[in-house]
């Protein structure tokens, strides 16, 4: 995400340094990942979209420090019961 001020927000700063790494074959983050910003309202629903997706989540926090959830085995997703 880019700022009104045109500063890219810390989770957009983690993805470009991940791009950077990856190039080099030294990214800590998963392959296919989803860079999010903890401070976003909707961040629990892009969560969701990552998990959906088969993606991991980077949790990217104000300060640059971030948590990675690992994306879910697809073999044990929960499928809701139909009534």
């Keep these: 995400m880019i700022y ?3 500063t890219l927000s810390p ?3 983690a993805l ?3 791009i950077d ?3 080099e074959d030294q990214s800590p983050y998963p392959h296919r990942a989803a860079f999010l910003d903890t401070d976003r309202s909707d961040l629990e ?3 969701g979209n990552a998990f959906e997706a088969g993606h991991a989540a980077v949790l990217v926090s104000p300060d640059g420090s971030f948590q ?3 994306a879910p085995d ?3 997703r929960r499928s809701l019961p139909v009534h």
């Design 45 to 47: 629903w892009q969560i």
């Design 4 to 6: 009104p001020d045109g």
């Design 16 to 18: 470009d340094e991940a």
């Design 11 to 13: 989770a957009s700063k």
């Design 74 to 76: 697809p073999t044990k």
């Design 68 to 70: 990675i959830l690992p």
């Design 21 to 23: 790494l990856a190039l």
